[in-house]
Nanobody, 123 residues
């Protein structure tokens, strides 16, 4: 069983930065994928960024150039560095991990989810 715990959310003004962290327990370095999703009130869940076992990454167009996903396998940690934050980045951010390719390209199937951390960006 994998447990994911996010931290690092908070309230910032537009243009500011936050770094989200996700600690994985029970996960191994052979995880196929890990990633971040977000969901704002009244909106569908949105894929933000994914990192795969080979190191390849994916970013949503809305965050390209502003967000960076990274991981520290020695510490079983996943990070999301968020710079130049905008009010539209306001959402609950969730960490996800998928052990095998069954997790899918988006890393949102047959996977594990954290409880989320709130990010609020004011204008």
């Amino acid at each position: 069983q994998v447990r994911l715990v996010e931290s690092g959310g908070g309230s910032v003004q537009a243009g500011g930065s936050l770094r989200l962290s996700c600690r994985a327990s029970g996960a191994t370095r052979s995880d196929y994928c890990m990633g971040w999703f977000r969901q704002a009130p009244g909106k569908e869940r949105e894929r933000v960024a994914t990192i795969y076992i080979g190191g390849d990454t994916y970013y949503a167009d809305s965050v390209k150039g502003r967000f960076t996903i990274s991981q520290d396998n020695s510490e079983n940690m996943l990070y999301l560095q968020m710079n130049s934050l905008k009010p539209e980045d306001t959402a609950m951010y969730y960490c996800t991990a998928g052990a095998t390719v069954l997790a899918g390209v988006a890393c949102d199937r047959n996977n594990y989810w954290g409880q989320g951390t709130q990010v609020t960006v004011s204008s």
